[in-house]
């Protein structure tokens, strides 16, 4: 058995364990039921399992969920519309979600695949400083998919109170006081 501050009282008998319990105004728990001989707690079973909720929230809220973000060319995209793409493509995947580019074809480009191949290699290059190829670009249909996900990047905790992690606070500059006088009477 084990003790409301978690010191070890010992083997004890059930009836005496419980009126222990009942004296001190906690449970009695049962923490390891298939052990000889089984070990019991007293504790307030009731504050035990808010703590435990209010841990399981707190990682919950810690979770990231990762979403798909799709970006749609096609092989005529201009120079134009394809930097504003790939940047929203680098902000995506700066949020750490995944992103799917999505290349379709109409009508007689499906004869000249060669240039949405050019594109995507031209987009897999453009980012190879921020993401990894996920899946290689495949022809589904009138489309070819290629999927990117994020590189891992350590990410640093920000606190608004402490500097950034491993860095040494900056000392702030101190403006210049002027030089104290040695004329006499001044002050």
């Not at 079973?45 to 809220?61: I, M, P, Q, S, T």
Request: hydrophobic share 40%.
């Amino acid at each position: 058995m084990v003790g409301e501050d978690g010191e070890q009282i010992g083997i004890v008998p059930i009836a005496d364990a419980i009126a222990r319990a009942e004296a001190a105004e906690l449970d009695l728990v049962e923490i390891a039921p298939l052990a000889k001989p089984p070990v019991c707690r007293i504790m307030d079973f009731g504050k035990f399992k808010y703590r435990e909720a209010k841990r399981a929230h707190e990682a919950k809220l810690k979770l990231k969920q990762i979403q798909v973000k799709e970006v749609k060319f096609r092989p005529g995209t201009d120079e134009g519309d394809y930097k504003i793409k790939l940047r929203n493509l680098i902000r995506f995947l700066g949020e750490g979600d995944k992103a799917k580019v999505t290349l379709r074809f109409r009508g007689r480009e499906m004869a000249h695949q060669e240039f949405g191949v050019r594109l995507l290699e031209r987009i897999r290059g453009d980012l190879e400083p921020h993401c990894v190829v996920e899946q290689f670009p495949r022809l589904e249909g009138r489309q070819m998919v290629m999927l990117l996900a994020p590189k891992k990047v350590a990410v640093k905790p920000h606190h608004p109170n402490n500097p950034e992690a491993g860095q040494a606070p900056t000392p702030k500059a101190h403006k210049a006081s002027p030089p104290e006088s040695t004329a006499v009477g001044s002050k």
